[in-house]
Nanobody
Framework: QVQLVESGGGLVQPGGSLRLSCAAS????????MGWYRQAPGKQRELVAD???????NYADSVKGRFTISGDNAKNTVYLQMNSLKPEDTAVYYC???????????WGQGTQVTVSS
């Protein structure tokens, strides 16, 4: 059973930064896609950023220029660097991964990010 373990969430003031990590229990060297979704209270889960096997990176318009996704194959870990955080970034952030096209989507347990003064 593949596990994704997130870390790095917390409480931060507006304008601050956080870095989320997602460690996979399986090699991500040839993974199809891996990334982050978030879900705020009363809202649908939305894509934040992901990165594909071909190196294509996608960002939600709301985070472009502020968030950066990156991966470390040696550590089987994907990161989400979040800068210039805003209160509207408050949500539970979920890591997800799909190893093959059309295959199962794996999800982490989620990590809370709260942006508040």
């Amino acid at each position: 059973q593949v596990q994704l373990v997130e870390s790095g969430g917390g409480l931060v003031q507006p304008g601050g930064s956080l870095r989320l990590s997602c460690a996979a229990s399986r090699s991500i060297f040839s993974i199809y896609v891996m990334g982050w979704y978030r879900q705020a209270p009363g809202k649908q889960r939305e894509l934040v950023a992901d990165i594909t096997k071909g190196g294509i990176i996608n960002y939600a318009d709301s985070v472009k220029g502020r968030f950066t996704i990156s991966g470390d194959n040696a550590k089987n870990t994907v990161y989400l660097q979040m800068n210039s955080l805003k209160p509207e970034d408050t949500a539970v952030y979920y890591c997800y991964a799909t190893w093959v096209v059309g295959g199962r989507n794996y999800w982490g347990q989620g990590t809370q990010v709260t942006v508040s003064s």
